[in-house]
């Protein structure tokens, strides 16, 4: 999650916060996603790299300004794939020229054919790429790595 406010810690009722809320139903194979403003999942896998489309409502703070709906989306996932969560201090990560970085397109060069992807890798690829990317660092930056749990004890939960 990422805390905004331009009036930062003095108090101001219009602080919000932007979150995913992920849920791994029992059986496995799908995660259901709640998306209040934060960027949006990626799985990363042997086929490459996928955004995971998501039905973005107002950050956490701002719902009263929105009516009431389901908004949560469905999402198959493979086995072999790992999900990815990351703050916008990684997507929004400039070069010397102004650009973003890529975070979709590098994960897909970097993993595309790799047979299941290990989450500590993919995090450690993405933290060292975007910041030889990036000029500067003065936004947060954190990613997360989940991918399915597999065994006769895991019974759909993650790892």
Known sequence: MARNSPAGEDGDPELFVT??????PPGGGEVRIVDRGHPA???VGPNGAR????????PLGLGGLTPDGDDTTVHPLEPSEVLVLHTDGVSEA???DGVFYPVLERLAERFA????PDPETVVSFVRADADRWSTQSDD????????LAVGPDARGRRA
């Open 51 to 58: 955004r995971l489309a998501t039905a973005p409502g107002l």
């Open 41 to 43: 999942p990626l799985a």
């Open 113 to 116: 054919g790799e047979r299941a």
């Open 19 to 24: 979150a995913l809320v992920l849920e791994f």
């Open 94 to 96: 400039r070069d010397a």
């Open 140 to 147: 947060d930056r954190a990613i997360l790595a989940l991918s």
